[in-house]
């Protein structure tokens, strides 16, 4: 699997970034990071889909991992981070856990908003004051190249928080880390990161 990150040009395809909108990745004059108000819509459209026929022969449950925020699992996320413990604090839709690494605490969120483009994140994202940069997200399966397109949203007055969002069937999926201490160590785009590798489905 490869990822390649890209610091400019636009990002193709329907509803994605960057059609005729950047050149490069933009970076937007400073206001506090709300970028839990990027998945706070989610609340809207992230519901589970279930049968409800009864009996036998009736169709299983439909479990979304979205809605129940299981999205990965501890384990995955515990190895993505290199975490030395990981706590749930779940308020669905809003998925989050408080990490520890070593003597370093962060704040781990996950969102995913159904319907909305990728064009709609960045602008909503670009009104709410980040700094952002496109990159995108290479993976060959079977021989086929297939991407996803996505782009960091980095706080302009935290160096310790920042959020990746990338499109995945048709839903903006974002991670977030914040670190308690402000700080850029460890690297909080990169556990973000790490992160959407692990949830963007990329299969034909």
């Not at 909305?116 to 997200?137: F, K, M, N, P, V």
């Not at 086929?144 to 949203?153: E, H, I, K, S, V």
């Not at 969002?165 to 460890?186: K, M, Y």
Request: proline fraction near 6%; charge should be neutral; charged fraction near 15%.
């Amino acid at each position: 699997m490869g990822w390649t990150r890209t610091t400019g040009g636009a990002i193709p395809g329907g509803g994605s970034l960057g059609r005729g909108d950047r050149g490069k990745g933009a970076t937007v004059t400073a206001r506090r990071m709300r970028l839990l108000g990027v998945g706070a819509v989610a609340a809207a459209g992230l519901v589970a889909g279930c049968s409800s026929a009864d009996g036998p022969g009736a169709a299983a449950p439909i479990v979304d991992p979205f809605a129940d925020c299981s999205v990965l699992t501890p384990d995955q996320i515990t190895e993505a981070l290199g975490a030395s413990s990981l706590t749930p604090q779940h308020h669905p839709p809003v998925c989050v856990w408080h990490v520890a690494r070593g003597e370093a605490q962060s704040d781990v969120t996950f969102t995913a908003v159904r319907q909305q483009s990728l064009q709609q994140a960045w602008q909503r994202a670009e009104q709410d004051g980040y700094r952002l940069e496109h990159l995108t997200i290479v993976q060959d399966i079977f021989g086929t190249r297939t991407t996803a397109t996505g782009f960091y949203l980095r706080s302009p007055t935290d160096p310790g928080d920042c959020a990746v969002s990338a499109a995945s069937n048709g839903t903006t999926v974002t991670w977030r880390v914040r670190n308690h201490s402000h700080s850029a160590a460890p690297d909080p785009c990169a556990a973000a990161l790490a992160l959407i590798k692990l949830t963007v489905d990329l299969s034909p």
